[in-house]
């Protein structure tokens, strides 16, 4: 009897399918480094053994090529710290909205609160999430209430450079596989977290409420997170449940529902990757659904999505990734050439509308 109901509630996901690549980060592989060693590209502090650095990199390779996402386990960023940023993104959001307003998202920045509404990925589907967009780690971008969030701008700030690191080495990852001859790919990266005016690197907060089915709005016709792909170079996800979470893998239209592995990290490629890489990584569809199970939706959820950008004056010309890339250069000579900034503005543009102009929703 309890078996076939166990096996009843067992959701069908590409996680429990073993669909998703799962690539074992052996906490990056780090070593202190040697007496006298060399800076390299300005990332002197963490040094990575090659052996992990080659491995990960040729795993994401092909996980990134042929699904467009991969599952990243022993990534070394602690399950506490994700707890505790969760639970602060809790406490701000249970103070009041004149609170939430002073730190709404404004038209021409990237960081702040963002209210469900305000973001539209099909540009008119109000979606039903709260999130908090961090873009620099100084405390004029976090909430300073020191009466009523003391912990939030330390704890949030902590996690930031947790999954900035874990980028870092995913940027040297790729930079081998792809047998790039300089550091160049990695030091485009190099203002992460250094504000948007730069960098438009962004650690996202995000709380997905219960879904109440007789409250008004809460389920006919809503989305959680409309589908889209993400603009930058990948993305780092961690979710602490089921949620409605689903993705196209390539060539096919297919939703398809992810699933949850505790603990880990999804990784998803980004439109400015896909256009580097001359499509070689895919951009990855995504959405999140209202789920359709009753005990699924009528509980919260959690997700932090960290998107790693180049910095904003990057040239990000197709295929200039590539191994070979004289030849990918030759034929793509006719095609307009854009910079990391201008490509992610056309975006955004698309997805916030006029909604936010002054800080207003309408
Ligand atoms: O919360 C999630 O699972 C996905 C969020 C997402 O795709 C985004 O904010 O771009
Ligand atoms: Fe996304």
Redesign the pocket.
């Known amino acids: 009897m309890i078996k076939s109901k166990i096996v009843e509630d067992k959701l069908d996901t590409l996680v429990s399918s073993n669909a998703v690549p799962i690539i074992d980060l052996e906490n990056c592989g780090r070593r202190a480094p040697l007496p006298g060693e060399p800076m390299r590209c300005g990332y002197s502090s963490i040094v990575y053994k090659q052996s992990v650095k080659t491995r990960v990199g040729q795993q994401l390779d092909k996980a990134l090529s042929e699904k467009g996402i991969a599952l990243l386990v022993n990534h070394g960023i602690p399950d506490e710290k994700i707890k505790a940023a969760w639970e602060q993104f809790d406490h701000f959001l249970d103070l009041p909205s004149e609170v939430h307003d002073r730190y709404k998202r404004k038209d021409g920045t990237n960081y702040g609160y963002v209210s469900p509404g305000m973001e539209r990925f099909d540009g008119k589907t109000p979606e039903l999430?709260h999130?908090y967009n961090i873009c620099k780690l100084d405390d004029n971008n976090l909430p300073a209430e020191a009466e009523t969030l003391p912990k939030f701008a330390k704890t949030i700030t902590e996690l930031s450079y947790e999954f900035k690191n874990l980028s870092k080495f995913i940027l040297w990852a790729m930079h081998s596989a792809l047998e790039m001859p300089t550091c160049d790919f990695v030091d485009k990266h190099s203002g992460m977290l250094s504000g948007d005016d730069v960098n438009m690197t962004t650690l996202?907060m995000?709380y997905?409420p219960a879904i109440v089915d007789d409250e008004p709005d809460q389920s006919e016709g809503a989305i959680?997170?409309g589908a889209?792909v993400?603009y930058g170079t990948f993305?780092l996800?961690t979710?602490n449940s089921e949620?409605g979470?689903e993705v196209q893998l390539p060539g096919s239209e297919k939703w398809e529902r992810v699933g949850h592995l505790p603990g880990a990290i999804l990784i998803n490629g980004g439109e400015i990757l896909s256009i580097w890489t001359k499509q070689r990584y895919h951009a990855l569809p995504?959405?999140?659904i209202v789920p359709e199970r009753v005990q699924i939706r009528s509980r919260g959820?959690h997700?932090i999505?960290y998107?790693c950008h180049p910095d904003n004056s990057t040239m990000i010309s197709p295929g200039d990734l590539l191994p070979n890339k004289t030849e990918s250069a030759e034929d793509s000579s006719d095609e307009k050439i854009y910079n990391a900034y201008e490509l992610i503005q056309k975006k955004f543009s698309d997805t916030y509308g006029q909604r936010s102009q002054g800080g207003n929703e309408s």
Do not use: K, M, N
């Open positions: 999430r999130t996202r995000i997905y959680r997170c889209h993400d993305t996800l979710q949620g979470l995504h959405r999140v959820r997700s999505a998107f």
